[in-house]
């Protein structure tokens, strides 16, 4: 079996998309099932369009710039992603109970194993693993992440009109993005196929989540909805205080311009980087391997896709997003 297909069999399909075999399959096919409260927040967007950014600023706008909150948890156990349904096997907690027991016994070098590390690192994630059960156990008001598309987004976030911030960004950069990200060397995320054969996956929408046109332009047509507001990567990249300040007056919470400052500095790229809370590769530890909290440039596509490429999908780009009236800088 090639790169490419394994990586296609590790998911199933609703509605023509693929999703991980370890996302929430009831919570895609029955969107009813997700119980949400009138006050929770969601942060919605195609995966890589700068959803943990995103998340980290809803957060702390949320929080009124309180960064101790954002600093005790990783990002997911605090916001979880909703469809998230990473199954720990039974046994464990057990190793991982006794790793922790045998950890000051170890010789250093041991202890610095990438693969010790990425278990004991599992017990954090399995904390928020299964996303609809971590859920129920936040206090309200709960900030919640999903990559869900619009027709498949919890019916009670719409019908109870729950605040919904969604994020795009240009679908080149995404495609880049997205190939690091499903190349970080951590199960699922373990793609070892190349940029040209990722590629095709992308622009065939064989992606989990599927074609970023059909999820972007739908959530696109939302943009009128009072509890939706629709953002842009490359927007945030150039204004981030404007986008902290949009995003303030969207939750009706009133900042002052200090705390402002604070939460778009807490966001920073920098600041974020070096963030274990966020950066997951930090925890991980193997710093030659691609970092989660990678480059966070707009323009990065120009480094990989190749002249045809770019030629066959400026013509896409065209067709699709033709009458929309959404475009993206570059
Ligand atoms: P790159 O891979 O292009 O660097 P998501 O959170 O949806 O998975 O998106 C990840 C992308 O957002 C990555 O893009 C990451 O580097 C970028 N990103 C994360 N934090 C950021 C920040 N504070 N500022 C700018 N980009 C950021």
């Known amino acids: ?18 999703y991980l075999n370890q996302f929430n399959r009831s919570l895609i096919e029955t ?7 009138e006050d929770d ?30 600093t005790s948890a990783w990002q997911q156990e605090r916001h979880p992603m909703i469809e ?15 790793l922790k027991l045998l950890k000051p016994l170890m010789p250093k070098a041991i202890q610095n194993l990438v693969f010790l590390k990425r278990l004991l690192l599992a017990e954090t994630h399995m904390k928020a693993a299964i996303g609809i059960e971590h859920m129920k156990r936040l206090e309200s008001p709960r900030l919640l992440k999903s990559h869900l598309p619009y027709q498949t987004f919890p019916t009670q976030a719409i019908s109870k009109k729950c605040k919904i911030v969604y ?3 240009n679908p080149k950069d995404t495609a880049v993005s997205y190939f690091y990200h499903c190349s970080l060397g951590m199960f699922p995320l373990d793609y070892k196929g190349s940029w040209n054969e990722f590629y095709e996956l992308y622009v065939n929408g064989k992606v989990w989540y599927g074609s970023w046109f059909d999820h972007v332009l739908a959530w696109w047509q939302r943009k009128g909805d009072d509890n939706v507001l629709f953002l842009k990567y490359e927007d945030m990249k150039k204004d981030p205080k404007g986008t902290v300040k949009t995003i303030a007056v969207f939750l009706d919470v009133t900042l002052s311009d200090d705390i ?51 030629k066959e999908y400026e013509k896409i ?14």
Not at 44 to 65: C, D, F, I, Q, R
Not at 84 to 98: E, T, Y
């Open 260 to 310: 402002v400052d604070k939460i778009v500095e807490f966001s920073s790229f920098k600041s974020m980087k070096s963030n274990k809370a966020v950066n997951i590769s930090l925890s991980i530890g193997d710093k030659n391997k691609h970092q989660f909290i990678r480059k966070g440039v707009v323009g990065d596509w120009m480094n990989y896709f190749t002249v045809s490429q770019n």
């Open 31 to 37: 969107p009813e099932i997700v119980k949400c409260r």
């Open 317 to 330: 780009y065209k067709e699709r997003m033709k009458g929309s009236g959404l475009d993206f800088e570059w």
């Open 41 to 70: 927040v969601f942060v919605a967007s195609y995966p890589k369009s700068g959803t943990t950014w995103l998340v980290e600023m809803v957060s702390l706008v949320m929080n009124g710039g309180n960064t101790d909150f954002n």
């Open 84 to 98: 998230a349904n990473f199954k720990a096997p039974f046994w464990l907690p057990w190793v991982i109970h006794l």
């Open 167 to 169: 994020v795009a960004r």
């Open 1 to 18: 079996m090639d790169e490419n297909t394994r990586y296609i069999s590790n998911t199933f399909q609703h509605n023509g998309v693929p």
